[in-house]
């Protein structure tokens, strides 16, 4: 694991307890539109559930919710919300096959260093069922860097995650374009895609 890798899990280890317990409201219309795209109680990997939000809302949804992160602390936290065992995982040891119907990543994979995301993008191929789904979330740029509290972001361009994408043998490519912020408050260009695994 990187440097960044490392010093972005630090903060995640150090604050997991506020992070899980901030008043974080889920993007309720992209869940809403994953969803819909899901049959009945469809396999779910929410990928670096963070606190757990996303995956109560998709438990209460009726879907069949695997929950990871790869912070220890922040797998407990999310526990404590959603009731039920959280794996911890980081992305880079991701070793599912064909388990699941689709990936919710929703501001997780944006913490995978740069060099490391294609290859991360095919275990997560590789974890779908044949026409899985993947809906992630970037935050926008030109090149990695950090943020104040000192988490790595990736900050991809929509070529330059395209690109990512194409060579992971990624299908149906969407990257949608969105303003919004985060936990830093600050403003952000965000870049939310859906992609599949071709069957």
């Not at 939000?53 to 526990?79: K, N, W």
Request: glycine share 10%; hydrophobic share 40%.
């Amino acid at each position: 694991m990187t440097t960044s890798s490392n010093d972005t899990m630090a903060f995640y280890r150090d604050n997991a307890e506020t992070y899980a317990m901030r008043d974080r409201k889920p993007p309720a219309d992209r869940l809403a539109t994953f969803i819909a795209r899901l049959s009945p109680g469809a396999a779910v990997l929410d990928l670096g559930c963070g606190g757990g939000h996303d995956s109560l809302h998709l438990i209460e949804a009726g879907l069949d919710v695997t929950a990871c992160d790869g912070s220890e602390q922040m797998a407990r936290a999310a526990e404590q919300r959603i009731g039920r065992k959280v794996e911890v995982v980081t992305f880079q040891h991701i070793e599912w096959s064909e388990r699941f119907d689709a990936i919710w990543a929703e501001a997780s994979l944006l913490h995978v260093p740069r060099a490391e995301l294609p290859d991360v993008l095919v275990r997560l191929h590789r974890a779908l069922r044949p026409g899985g789904l993947l809906q992630a979330s970037f935050k926008a740029g030109e090149r990695e860097g950090h943020d104040r509290f000192g988490r790595y972001f990736n900050y991809p361009s929509p070529a330059w995650l395209r690109t990512c994408l194409e060579w992971a043998d990624w299908s149906d490519i969407r990257i949608d374009e969105a303003d919004g912020g985060g936990y830093d408050n600050e403003p952000t260009r965000w870049l939310h895609v859906g992609a599949v695994r071709a069957g």
